[in-house]
């Protein structure tokens, strides 16, 4: 299971972390991701990282702004959101699968509720 917290409203600029619970040890072995989803638009990956944390990956308009981390002792996932733009606004959903390919593509196994992040310009 996968519970999403810390989204909410912020103004353009500013900074946001989101936080992902995952229930279970078998969270070792996941890799997991985030994705997005705006009004009107089909959901998008956002980043991913590895079961171990050493490798991650990023959609090109977040890359450098956007940063994913993992806590394999508390078994949760982060995702640090700088300088925040408005195209930025959209439910953020925590996602985990046990293959990497899986993840960059959003076949995942598990889908956390989502959080809503809205950035006001």
């Known amino acids: 299971q996968l519970v999403e917290s810390g989204g909410g409203l912020v103004q353009a600029g500013d900074s946001l972390r989101l936080s992902c619970s995952a229930s279970?040890?078998?969270?070792?072995?996941?890799?997991m991701g985030w994705f997005r989803q705006a009004p009107g638009k089909e959901r998008e990956f956002v980043a991913a990282i590895d079961w171990s944390g050493t490798n991650d990956q990023y959609e090109p308009s977040v890359k450098g702004r956007f940063f994913i981390s993992r806590d394999n002792v508390e078994y949760m996932v982060y995702l640090q959101m700088n300088s925040l733009k408005a195209e930025d606004t959209a439910i953020y959903y925590c996602?985990?699968?046990?293959?990497?390919?899986?993840?960059?593509?959003?076949?995942?196994?598990?889908w956390g509720q989502g959080a809503q992040v809205t950035v006001s310009s």
């Open positions: 279970g040890p078998t969270f070792l072995d996941y890799n």
């Open positions: 996602a985990g699968d046990l293959n990497w390919g899986r993840i960059i593509y959003g076949l995942n196994e598990f």
